[in-house]
């Protein structure tokens, strides 16, 4: 089954870990046979929000578009066998340091 792991930072970007821990963890996750697909995203100044209203009418605003105290960070999508080993992975995942959380959500499967 494939979930994903959404990696949320702290707001100020720092992970609180040393940056080696992430090659490790990615190497790891490679070299186990799980990685399907994985992402970091830029700085979230970076960021564009779109909302369509009812009319079609669309509304663009820059920069940050939410006050959090977490922004996401980037993904990774494993194809494991169950909750139990996607948790395993994010609770390994350097972003769950340092005030950083791993969200762990279910890839939806319309059958196709």
């Not at 870990?17 to 490790?24: A, V």
């Not at 494991?80 to 350097?94: E, H, K, M, Y």
């Amino acid at each position: 089954m494939k979930y994903m792991l959404l990696i949320n930072a702290g707001a100020d970007g720092d992970t609180g870990c040393d940056p080696s821990l992430w090659m490790t963890f990615d190497k790891e996750v490679r070299e186990a046979g799980v990685f399907v697909s994985g992402e970091s995203l830029a700085d979230l100044v970076t960021a564009t929000a779109v909302r369509v209203d009812d009319d079609g009418g669309r509304t663009v605003t820059d920069g940050p578009f939410a006050e959090t105290r977490e922004v996401l960070g980037g993904f990774y999508v494993i194809d494991v066998p169950d909750l139990d080993v996607a948790l395993d992975w994010a609770a390994r995942c350097p972003g769950a340091l340092g005030g950083g959380s791993v969200v762990v959500r279910p890839i939806a499967d319309f059958g196709s």
